[in-house]
């Protein structure tokens, strides 16, 4: 797969069949095995900040600094347009395909229905949101708020909504997130987990339900921007990591790593095994950091540097009060 500029968004279908990735300003869509984009969108005016697939794997929806977002059929088609007031740094679409979760530079989440194409109540934030995540088993969302732009005391923080009921379950805090865009995910076959990236360079974990920290994971030498978990086997899943030292770490559980033989062609960690919610349960909030299994130098800072799943680009985005409206300096 032949790429010559730096990626800034990547997303998977959900029956894995094809893979979005945009560039500036143009989207590509590849099927795999194939090696040639089968197709090539340049409607945008102003660089790609996210794209998404809907849960048919037959539409998705791209956003720009241009302040618009399109819906597109997998042929190409464009379906339709929206037209912010400010510029959008993230997206994401419940799991049901129903609404469209929008971020720019206002203090709310805006909510899209995406069968009437009409706006919906916004999430009522308090802060200015940095990025988004959507769970794939609930109608929750993870919401990441920086420490500078953050009016509570309390410092940076991931917020759990619960987007039926439009509150606020939990809160997750510790991890480190001024300057950065740093993202967050659900871990887990049950999601029993939130994993963060964080500022000082090391992977934070929480409980989903209880909010208490279970694990901080060291290994990496710069600001951890992005994370991931893959389920590859139903015993086998893996926690995936990308910073700004150039690498991707995956991570696998401590016992198996001490059991594992130590070999130089070792490609990735032992895999990572559900915990029962027993165990979760009674974790201490810290716990020493474990070690990675393996490290994948990645070639290109541009697209090796990606999280599986949620595509970001590994180079951390700026956080600045004289950037522009949208509060990131591209």
Known sequence: MAYSESCSALSWSPDDQNLLSASNCTICLWTLPGTEARLVLSKHTDPITSVA??????????ASLDRCIFLWNIDGALLHRWELSCRIQDLAVTKDGSRLLVVDSEKS??????????ALVALPESDAVTSICVSRLRDELLVNVAQHVSALSEGPAIRLWDLSNRRVLQRYLGHFQSRFVVRSCFA???EEMVVSGSEDAQVYIWHRHYGSLLQVLAGHSATVNTVCWVRAEKDNAWL???SDDGTLRVWGCEEEFREAPETEAALVSPPIRDRPPAIMHRAPPRLPPRSPRETLRAESPGVGSQSARSGRSARATLLTEDSDDDGLER
């Open 53 to 62: 697939w809907l849960p048919d794997s037959t539409h998705f929806v791209s």
């Open 109 to 118: 989440v805006k909510v899209f229905d995406l069968q009437s194409r009409n």
């Open 188 to 190: 887990g076959d049950r």
């Open 240 to 242: 995936i990591s990308a």
